[in-house]
């Protein structure tokens, strides 16, 4: 058995993206098309593998060492997540490539321009936990974007992993981009090894727990951008329509519970306690919900007549820490408040900046939620499961960062791009800072119109 080597593996990824930089677009889009046709052959032996992740899981999940929420995410034949996971190639493929272009361009002098323009990040380092189509996800995103990347998923997954991670280097062996572009580690002391080489690596994305997200934080010299918990929340303004009302909280709360767009918090109004709110209840209970209710959700509750129904076996006090707390399942903590200010505040104290949702009709209270509640992204009678980049348009993510600096909310390409600034004379001596200055020439910095660098091929 080979003895792992940290060095030699971020060596090998940048050597790889190094080498990598003048392949083209179109050699990048065959690259991703070669990729899904290895995985769509390699498709029974990945499922029986990841057959085999599930059945240990299960085991683990009846130890309770690990959530039955893990267990969901880590299910690729779940549902159209297969097909999903293969289309989500395709729709990177068809996407605009996001590198060469040009965000600034100003002529300084006569023959000199200077450009801002957009380029790969490097090598990527993403670290996450149990589901295992991220592989693929950030795999296509990478290539596309022109970076090199290092993936470690959740040991929970290792069978599955591997396979897709086998799959993805024999369909980069049919190509131009070098087979050890995209590599995957299994274990956590390979991460530990490779957190310490920022002279190799460019970005950590770390997507699960909000404990793996601080331990990388707090371990590594090399910029770390993703988020941690999904703790978010829907909030029915006392103009909300309780029709959509009933949609919208439902939807958030039952499409996938496990996921980290799911909503965790339902914050009333005060003024809807009697009206919006009992109607919204039976809904959820009919859906099995948990309903973690304050005192003045739960009274009113109690005060109808006859009960709704579940009410015995899925309505409970709450405690404190319910309003901090990601259930990841039917499980829903609800609060009433006296004010939109209120909610606004209480959103901003206890949620993880995720994604959150105002329910109403007042383009008043839209405007306000909006721009008061201090998360990746902000809807008005919407779901908070939106909260995607597949259904962004993005193709797929990278993750999803709750950070307030370079990308915000689902990453997708335009996430894993940087810039550099390129400048060029055509005077036939060039030019130097020295024939600039007080009484000498003087700077033009007149904006040119262009999306595009002329003399880039």
């Known amino acids: 058995m080979s003895t792992f080597n940290a060095h030699d593996i971020a060596s090998a990824a940048k050597t790889a993206f190094q080498e990598a930089q003048l392949i083209s677009s179109y050699e990048r889009v065959v ?15 990945i499922l029986l593998a990841n057959e085999e992740d599930l059945k ?3 085991t683990e999940v009846k130890a309770g ?3 039955g929420a893990l267990l969901k995410r880590l299910d690729l034949n779940r549902g159209d997540k297969w097909d999903s996971m293969l289309q989500g190639i395709l729709d990177v493929a068809g996407l605009p490539d996001p590198t060469g272009n040009v965000s600034y361009a100003s002529e300084l002098d006569d023959e000199l321009e200077l450009y801002r323009v957009a380029c790969p990040i490097g090598v990527l380092l993403v670290i996450f936990e149990a589901r295992p189509e991220v592989v693929v996800n950030i795999a296509s995103l990478a290539i596309k974007s022109g970076n090199a990347a290092i993936l470690k998923g959740g040991k929970e997954s290792n069978r599955t992993t591997t396979l897709l991670a086998k799959a993805i280097s024999a369909g980069l062996s049919k190509t131009s981009i070098p087979e050890l572009y995209i590599q995957a580690i299994q274990t956590r002391a390979e991460v530990s090894s490779l957190l310490q080489l920022d002279q190799y690596i460019d970005l950590v994305i770390p997507r699960g727990s909000n404990s793996l997200v601080k331990n990388i934080q707090n371990n590594t010299r090399i910029p770390v951008m993703g988020h941690a918990d999904g703790l978010c929340s829907v909030f029915i303004d006392e103009n909300a329509d309780v029709t959509k009302a009933v949609r919208v909280v439902l939807d958030s709360k039952i499409d996938y519970p496990a996921a980290c767009n799911a909503s965790e918090n339902l914050i009333l109004h005060e003024s809807v306690v009697r009206t919006v709110w009992p109607p919204v209840a039976k809904a959820l209970l009919e859906a099995n919900v948990k309903l973690l209710c304050d005192p003045t959700s739960l009274n009113a509750l109690e005060q109808l007549s006859p009960k709704l129904s579940n009410f015995q076996t899925l309505v409970f006090p709450s405690e404190p820490a319910a ?3 990601e259930h990841l399942d039917l499980t829903l903590s609800v609060i009433v ?8 505040q209480f959103i901003n104290s206890h949620s993880s900046h995720h994604t959150d949702s105002i329910i109403t009709e007042s383009d008043v209270a839209a405007s306000t939620f ?7 992204g902000t809807f008005v009678n919407a779901s908070t499961r939106f909260a995607d980049g597949f259904r962004y348009g993005f193709g ?18 335009d996430g ?8 060029r004379s055509k005077a036939p001596s060039g030019h130097i800072v020295g024939e600039f200055g007080t009484g000498k020439k003087q700077y033009k910095h007149k904006p040119l119109n262009t999306a595009t660098v002329p003399f880039l091929k």
Do not use: F, Q, W
């Open 396 to 413: 797929t993510e990278v993750g999803i960062s709750t950070g307030r600096i370079h990308a915000r909310g689902p990453v997708g390409l």
């Open 337 to 344: 408040l006296p004010s939109i200010e209120s909610a606004i």
């Open 416 to 423: 894993l791009v940087t810039y550099k600034y390129m400048m």
């Open 56 to 58: 240990a899981a299960e």
């Open 370 to 376: 909006c721009r008061g509640v201090d998360s990746a």
């Open 65 to 67: 060492n690990i959530s």
């Open 323 to 325: 309003y901090d707390t």
């Open 31 to 45: 690259a991703l098309h070669e990729i899904r046709k290895s995985l769509e052959a390699s498709k029974t032996e």
